[in-house]
């Protein structure tokens, strides 16, 4: 601010709004102590999780660090060896340039270099490049058999797929410890830069800063972030519980999801359609209701349950659900949850901020289920559902 500028007085009343508000929310007399002792756990788990990110970080920038120095000081020795040797290198490379590494015949004498077997035209130069960069290789003899595609070639069927030679770490879309740490202190001066920039420039080096930082920060791809693209899996929940009830009890009350609604807090309605679908309404952040169609895609009673979204839907997601019958006659759920909220991960991140994480929500949901199937009753809604209620 200018020397001798007043602040705004809007300013100031929004300020004092806002601390008011803080005040009122952490020193609330019944909840107020809670959600201090919440925060404080929280801390306490990221400050255990940075020492953790620390510890592999310094371990990865050790161990390329060492992988640097041992490539170059190979590449400055360039000693001939053993014919034996020369070929395991060779064959460790093959994995980074073909889709069919088993199907390449590799043969050495004095650091020459024989290729043969069938190979896709489209990986034949790849293959040559990463076989020549490997120490201790003088020369490569070609005899490989170029196809346009697999055909019926037997050596060309099947294949885990190309990894692109040595790719870019920040083109993967897992980024490593030490990637993460410059990119995300890069992405940090850039977004400082522009905010103290200003203007149409600064803004953008700003958002670019901060995208940088967030990708670094969730190690998640772009796309997930933002929710683009026809993927449900922006976030993914996975939850192991155990109900001591019968499984054929439990599957019961899984596969007629249109109860959900009595007993599941933030579940309004969930109702069959004409076509098969399940159709959810459900209580998203700031009170705002968000429905969608879902269908089943596996129903194997008292084994396996699975749904997705149908294409198009307000919020793609999917689930599946596996039942294991315990030796004392309780049954234990695998569950996994995958959802894309509008605006994908960021989108996610803030309707936790509003009170509508869908961890917490999954946790008390379940919390309710076990108690329905357990002792016959739960409370939701405000008044007590019992089980007969629910599964009549």
């Not at 999780?49 to 190979?74: C, N, P, S, V, Y």
């Not at 949901?365 to 076990?370: G, N």
């Amino acid at each position: 601010m200018p020397a001798g500028k007043s602040p705004h007085p809007l300013g100031i009343w929004l300020s004092g709004m806002a601390a008011g508000c803080g005040l009122m929310y952490w020193m609330d007399p019944r909840r107020g102590s809670r959600r201090r002792a919440v925060v404080r756990d929280k801390l306490v788990h990221v400050s255990h999780q940075a020492r953790i990110a620390a510890d592999k970080t310094t371990r990865d920038f050790r161990h390329r660090a060492w992988g640097f120095l041992a490539e170059l000081g190979a590449k400055l020795q360039a000693h001939a060896c053993d014919d034996e040797v020369l070929v395991a290198r060779v064959r460790s490379r093959l994995g980074r340039a073909c889709s069919h590494p088993t199907a390449i015949e590799v043969a050495a004498f004095d650091g020459h270099i024989t290729l043969r077997g069938p190979v896709l035209e489209s990986e034949a130069a790849l293959l040559l490049h990463q076989v020549r960069q490997v120490a201790g290789v003088r020369a490569v003899e070609d005899r490989l058999e170029r196809h346009q595609s697999a055909g019926d070639i037997p050596g060309l069927q099947g294949g885990s797929g190309r990894r692109h030679g040595r790719q870019l770490n920040l083109l993967r879309s897992r980024w490593a410890p030490s990637t993460r740490l410059l990119a995300g202190a890069g992405g940090g001066v850039l977004l400082a830069r522009g905010l103290r920039r200003g203007g149409p420039l600064g803004t953008s080096q700003s958002l670019l800063g901060a995208g940088l930082l967030l990708r670094a920060a969730t190690n998640l791809e772009t796309r997930r972030l933002l929710g683009a693209g026809p993927t449900r899996s922006a976030v993914r929940m996975q939850k192991t519980l155990t109900i001591h009830a019968p499984i054929e009890q439990v599957f019961q009350l899984w596969a007629h999801p249109e109860n959900f609604s009595r007993f599941m807090a933030h579940v309004k309605s969930v109702h069959c359609t004409a076509n098969g679908h399940y159709r959810w309404t459900v209580s998203g952040p700031a009170g705002l209701d968000v429905s969608w169609e879902a269908a089943i895609t596996r129903n194997l009673p008292n084994q396996v349950l699975a749904w997705k979204s149908v294409p198009g839907a307000a919020v793609g997601n999917a689930g599946i659900v596996r039942f294991e019958s315990e030796s004392d006659g309780a049954t234990r759920l695998h569950i996994l949850l995958s959802y894309n909220p509008p605006g994908g991960a960021i989108g996610h991140a803030f309707a936790s901020i509003f009170g509508s994480d869908p961890m917490s929500v999954m946790h008390e949901d379940l919390a309710r289920m076990k108690s329905l199937l357990e002792v016959g009753k739960t409370r939701a809604h405000g008044e007590v559902v019992t089980r007969g209620q629910v599964m009549a």
